[in-house]
Nanobody
């Protein structure tokens, strides 16, 4: 069992920055590919970014490419999402995800573990 706890959400003005963190516990962290997803009100949960266990492979959704940066610290069992140049359309609950069966995670199907989410609100 893996527990994921997100933090760092909040209210920010458009153009501002936030840094989300996800602390993992329960299993060797490096065995898991990690990802960030988000779900806006009335919409389906969507992929944001993913990073492989060794940090060597990273993918971003087109909507956040160039603005968001995912990183992980395997010594501290954490994964982070630095979000810059935030837009009102980035408003959503952001979820941390972990999976041991894939090299990267690009969709919500069959993911092993989810955090409970942290709310990011970007005002215009």
């Amino acid at each position: 069992q893996v527990q994921l706890v997100e933090s760092g959400g909040g209210l920010v003005q458009a153009g501002g920055s936030l840094r989300l963190s996800c602390a993992a516990s329960g299993r060797p962290f490096m065995n898991y590919v990690m990802g960030w997803f988000r779900q806006a009100p009335g919409k389906e949960r969507e992929f944001v970014a993913t990073i492989s266990g060794d940090g060597g492979t990273i993918f971003y959704a087109d909507s956040v490419k160039g603005r968001f940066t995912i990183s992980r610290d395997n010594a501290r069992d954490t994964v982070s999402l630095q979000m810059n140049s935030l837009k009102p359309e980035d408003t959503a609950v952001y979820y941390c995800a972990a999976d041991s069966r894939r090299a990267i995670i690009l969709n919500v199907d069959g993911i092993d573990y989810w955090g409970k989410g942290t709310l990011v609100t970007v005002s215009s």
